[in-house]
Every structure is written in structure tokens, then in C-alpha cells.
């Protein structure tokens, strides 16, 4: 199976700041990654695909670069709605799997 | 829109089996995949696995092969899954996800979830 690495755990940022997340799969996936965003309560929703692809109708201000192994998420000023967890999810080979989760808080 | 309806939450005592519903629309029930994710309380995703509507054929993470079965019923769109032998730790909110494909398929449109709680 394909274990991806995410971290930090958990951050805690001022709004407007940038925030970085990154996601490192255990063997070469190409680009076949997703970028998910969890709020309290709520089932995930799809921000980026395919490493780097804006989902229809997310904020301009996420962003997701990488392939092969190494990977990034970044949420370029944080926002106040901002607030949940983030997964990274690779889809390259069965199993699916999904990185454990950033919680990304407001300092 | 696509849109995921699942059914409601169930409680169920060790050893049980449970069988939740996820009812879609607003697009061509046989043309993608069904993933099946779910999530213990406070943990991360976990992928169960899929069905092909169109055929019924299915993938299934090794952990749960021999305890989960997914099944779908083309004339009222949905898509079930079962999960036998149900033990505490299969407490968790269970998802179903439609595929979005582009260059490759993935989990893209998740239903609101169903609670499953496994207690004595």
C-alpha cells in the first residue's frame, strides 16, 4: 500500500498569512493527488486534483504543486472560513489512501 | 447537481451487520465509480472501497475483504454497503464518494454521511 506522509499535524496561523502543507507519498504517484478541505461536521470537499487543479468554484487563494513523491498545498492569505482539516489523497493504486491530516487553526 | 442522499444513522450491538443506502442523481447512475471512505470519530479517512455501477464489480481494501459487500440497484440509483461482524471500532461516519475523472478517476462528490455506532 502507498502511505502518505502529511505535515505539519496541525498549525495555527494569523489570517492573511501563507500557509504550506505538504504530503509525501511512499512511492511515485505521478500527479494522481487530491487536496481535500473537512470542516467541523461536514464531509470532505474536493479543493485541487490531479496535484495542481483547481476544483470549479474554490478560491483562487488554494494552490497544490508537486508530482512524483513530494507534494504541497498552499493556502496563499488564510482566511477566517479557512478553518478545517486538510487530506491528501492519492488515487494512483489500489488501496486509495489518504495522508493523516493537517488541522489548520487561527493563531 | 450531483447529489448523494445517504440514509440515516444506525446503532448496532457487536457481531451485527449494517447496511447503509446512497441514492444519487442528477447525473448517469452506471457511468462512474462508488467509493465507500469512512472516518472514527476525530481520525482520518480510511477507503473501504469501490463498485462499478455499470457492472457491479468491486475492489475492496484487504482489511475489510471477507466483512464488507457493495451492491448496487441500477433502477432506484442507489448503492449499499454492508459491513458484518461489526465490532466497536467500526464506529465511524461512512461516506460515499462519486468519481470525477479527468485525466484519471477520483473521489470527488461525497454524500453527508451515515453514523454507524457498534454498542453493547
Known amino acids: 500500500d502507498i502511505q502518505m506522509t502529511q505535515s505539519p499535524s496541525s498549525l495555527s496561523a494569523s489570517v492573511g498569512d501563507r500557509v504550506t502543507i505538504t504530503c509525501q507519498a511512499s512511492?511515485?504517484?505521478?500527479?494522481?493527488l487530491n487536496w481535500y478541505q473537512q470542516k467541523s461536521g461536514k464531509a470532505p470537499k474536493l479543493l485541487i486534483y490531479d496535484a495542481s487543479n483547481l476544483e470549479t468554484g474554490v478560491p483562487s487563494r488554494f494552490s497544490g504543486s508537486g508530482s512524483g513523491t513530494d507534494f504541497t498545498f498552499t493556502i496563499s492569505s488564510l482566511q477566517p472560513e479557512d478553518i478545517a482539516t486538510y487530506y491528501c489523497h492519492q488515487y494512483d493504486n489500489l488501496p486509495l489512501t489518504f495522508g493523516g491530516g493537517t488541522k489548520v487553526e487561527i493563531k | 447537481q450531483v447529489q448523494l442522499v445517504q440514509s440515516g444513522a444506525e446503532v448496532k450491538k457487536p457481531g451485527a451487520s449494517v447496511k447503509v443506502s446512497c441514492k444519487a442523481s442528477g447525473y448517469t447512475f452506471t457511468g462512474y465509480y462508488i467509493h465507500w471512505v469512512r472516518q472514527a470519530p476525530g481520525q482520518g479517512l480510511e477507503w473501504m472501497g469501490r463498485?462499478?455501477?455499470?457492472?457491479?464489480?468491486?475492489n475492496y481494501a484487504q482489511k475489510f475483504q471477507g466483512r464488507v459487500t457493495m451492491t448496487r440497484d441500477t433502477s432506484i440509483s442507489t448503492a449499499y454497503m454492508e459491513l458484518s461482524r461489526l465490532r466497536s471500532d467500526d464506529t465511524a461516519m461512512y461516506y460515499c464518494?462519486?468519481?470525477?475523472?479527468?485525466?484519471?478517476?477520483?473521489?470527488?462528490?461525497w454524500g453527508q454521511g451515515n453514523l454507524v455506532t457498534v454498542s453493547s
Open positions: 464518494v462519486r468519481e470525477s475523472c479527468t485525466t484519471r478517476c477520483s473521489p470527488a462528490h
Open positions: 463498485i462499478n455501477p455499470h457492472s457491479g464489480g468491486t
Open positions: 512511492q511515485d504517484i505521478r500527479n494522481y
